[in-house]
């Protein structure tokens, strides 16, 4: 085995034995993942390129684990003809990544039998089974697990079998007698995973409890947890099942402290509620807090309460509008909530300047105090705007308007004219945002037809697939018998990505069997690179820096790789925040979101749960990847083994808790141990 020979040397300084024996398994390490990147991998991935099933099980049996679970993860984006052989290799292998693997892939009842008497006779492969039937079992999955209960707590699978519980519940039936049995024994768990294991269904489904009986229990735990994720869950199930009962026994003292993705469940549960004092005292609240994101969904939440009264307006402009050190973005929110904003509208000109990312807010401001003519008149000359941006922040609002606004029809004639206006730009995100709002019984029109298929003539695959994606909904919902023959020629170009949707909406078209040309890895850059290398995102105060996984996603971190060193990422916004989900960035073609680099990697898929801090790379569809990429605020396992991970933050999530849409990344860099 060849050592790095900076590792050798540096032998030489230390005299202690175990020093020594430290620094050389170092050595060891970095020399086999060298040798894995520049000899082994290169030839692994010429089997992940052409998503070759057979070509890619025959390294499940390497006798190197890297490439053993590398090429196992490989196989979860994979299609596999034969599941029944693919399910024995995985049984035989019991490996997370098989497991993870065989999740991925389409089940009939007979293979679901299979993986149910293996649960009852393999007490070592229920983690990885309990994964699988978690994502694709049926009614007879979810009567077993139930049934074995007894058998799941306190035993090591018992996350992975409570999660399947858990997410077969949202789509099953679930006795209640049973369903209360293992609530009440979840409940009483300070355990953060396994409550949030067992709650998952309720949470995320957003249906009630029916027990009044369960339903204290349940809140309970909110009491005497001190746990701000046991909290989280509790608080939205609770609210869920009976938002009088619970707000009635909350306890609002403290908000403006709490814990922020604590504070973001509560400022969005609080549209449940009519409005009352103690309703208010939170708002004031939570726009109080410290942190932006909070201020901001509260701020939405009260815009849209229906019974807020005019007077809250003199509490917003207080705690918002006069208070220096609320950013733009939270002054704008709490412009956007106010009943009568139109004393305001030269404050919502000033805070806008400057940034086209807040001129959505700017524009919302003056949508609610300005008329219907004179506000599309100031749409139209942004929608004709040299900044693309500006354009971009048009259809977004009149998007919001059209949906909204019950009067909008009105100006029909109006609105098709600013839609025609942004589709003439040619402009793919433009197109595809305006397709949203085109597809509308109220604004298509017959004639219609002949300007779509003109348009697409300037589009091409796959650079801009999400706007054929957009136009194949809109065509079978308006054109369906006229565009076959123009859905049958978008097909046959082969696009995965395009057909799996095209399928889904509808239209019968074949599978696509074609790969797109993805980009080849710098594999000797990589080794250079190091085992672990830190990404540093430096912000305006703070810097976010992320553990990267290379051995995980080579392909996909190798892009990133070039593109940091291009200065690519640098001066680029994070576009999209959803609040207790994701912060998204990385566009560093057009920074709204629908721009990437000039390549495409593969899905890396992974076996890591996406937790908080966990950074993946969003995806328009399987093998489709390029520069965006988005860190996680929480626990979301409806995204595990469907997107690549590449990484994750090991300081600054402080930081990623208060990006706002329009946040930019200032300076992109590595940081590499020297050994």
């Not at 999955?141 to 707590?153: A, E």
């Not at 395009?498 to 710098?522: C, H, I, K, M």
């Not at 709204?592 to 966990?614: C, H, I, L, M, N």
């Amino acid at each position: 085995m060849k050592f790095n020979r900076k590792c050798v040397k540096n032998m030489c300084g230390f005299l202690g034995m175990g020093i020594l024996m430290l620094t050389f398994t170092s050595c060891k390490k970095e020399s086999a993942y060298s040798r894995l990147l520049t000899e082994d991998y290169p030839e692994l991935y010429t089997h992940v390129f052409s998503r070759d099933a057979d070509s890619l099980l025959s390294y499940v049996d390497s006798p190197d684990e890297f490439i053993r679970e590398q090429a196992w993860r490989a196989l979860i984006s994979t299609p596999v003809e034969d599941v029944d052989a693919f399910l024995t290799q995985v049984q035989y292998s019991n490996t997370t990544e098989g497991w993870m693997a065989l999740s991925m892939k389409d089940l009939n009842d007979g293979q679901l039998q299979r993986l149910h008497t293996l649960w009852d006779q393999r007490v070592a492969m229920r983690p990885g089974i309990s994964t699988v039937l978690g994502r694709q079992g049926n009614q007879e999955s979810l009567d077993m697990l139930v049934s074995n209960f007894d058998n799941i707590i306190d035993e090591a699978h018992e996350f992975e079998s409570a999660l399947a519980i858990s997410r077969l519940s949202m789509e099953y039936e679930i006795p209640a007698l049973s369903q209360n049995s293992i609530l009440k024994y979840a409940a009483i768990t300070d355990e953060e995973e396994l409550f949030q294991a067992y709650f998952y269904g309720l949470y995320r489904s957003g249906e009630a409890i029916e027990s009044q009986e369960l339903l204290k229990n349940v809140w309970d735990s909110y009491d005497w947890s001190r746990n701000p994720r046991i909290q989280q869950y509790v608080l939205r199930i609770a609210m869920n099942s009976d938002a009088a009962w619970t707000f009635d026994r909350l306890n609002i003292e403290g908000v403006d402290t709490m814990d922020v993705r604590l504070a973001v469940e509560l400022a969005q549960l609080t549209s449940k509620l009519d409005w009352s004092e103690k309703l208010a005292n939170t708002y004031t609240l939570l726009m109080q807090h410290d942190n932006p994101v909070v201020n901001i969904t509260a701020l939405e939440q009260i815009r849209n309460h229906p019974e807020k009264p005019d007077a809250f307006d003199e509490i917003i402009v207080s705690e918002i509008l006069e208070n220096q050190e609320k950013e733009a973005t939270v002054q704008l929110s709490g412009l956007l909530a106010m009943s009568d904003a139109g004393e305001h509208l030269q404050v919502a000109d000033e805070l806008a300047d400057g940034n086209v990312y807040l001129l959505p807010k700017k524009l919302g401001v003056y949508a609610n105090e300005t008329s219907g003519d004179e506000f599309l008149a100031m749409l139209s000359e942004y929608a004709e705007s040299d900044d693309r941006m500006e354009a971009v922040a048009a259809i977004n609002v009149l998007a919001n308007r059209w949906n909204q606004d019950e009067n909008a029809a009105d100006n029909r004639e109006e609105v098709r004219e600013v839609l025609t206006s942004l589709l003439e730009r040619g402009d793919r995100s433009i197109t595809y945002l305006v397709v949203q709002v085109w597809n509308d019984e109220e604004l298509i029109e017959a004639e219609d037809f002949e300007r779509i298929e003109e348009l697409m003539s300037g589009y091409s695959l796959p650079a801009d697939v999400e706007v054929y994606q957009a136009f194949g909904q809109l065509l079978h919902d308006h054109f369906e018998e006229e565009a076959g023959s123009l859905i049958d020629d978008w097909a046959e170009q082969g696009n995965p990505a395009l057909n799996s949707t095209l399928n889904q909406q509808g239209w019968d078209v074949p599978v696509a069997e074609n790969r797109p040309e993805f980009r080849e890895p710098d594999w000797a850059r990589l080794g250079e690179l190091g085992y672990e290398p830190t990404w540093a995102l430096a912000m305006e105060e703070d810097t976010i820096r992320i553990k990267m996984d290379v051995l995980s996603a080579p392909a996909t971190i190798s892009g990133i790789d070039s593109l940091t060193r291009a200065d690519a990422y640098d001066n680029v916004a994070f576009h999209r925040v959803v609040p207790n989900f994701v912060v998204q960035g990385g566009d560093v073609e057009t920074g709204d979101g629908f721009g990437g680099p000039d390549f495409v990697v593969p899905t890396e898929a992974s076996t890591k749960q996406y937790r908080r801090g966990v950074v993946g790379i969003a995806s328009a569809g399987t093998d489709t990847e390029g520069s965006q990429y988005f860190i996680m605020h929480d626990w979301a396992p409806h995204l595990n083994g469907r997107y690549t991970v590449i990484g994750e933050v090991t300081e600054g999530m402080e930081a990623v808790d208060r990006i706002v849409v329009g946040d930019k990344v200032l300076d992109a860099w590595w940081e590499i141990t020297e050994e």
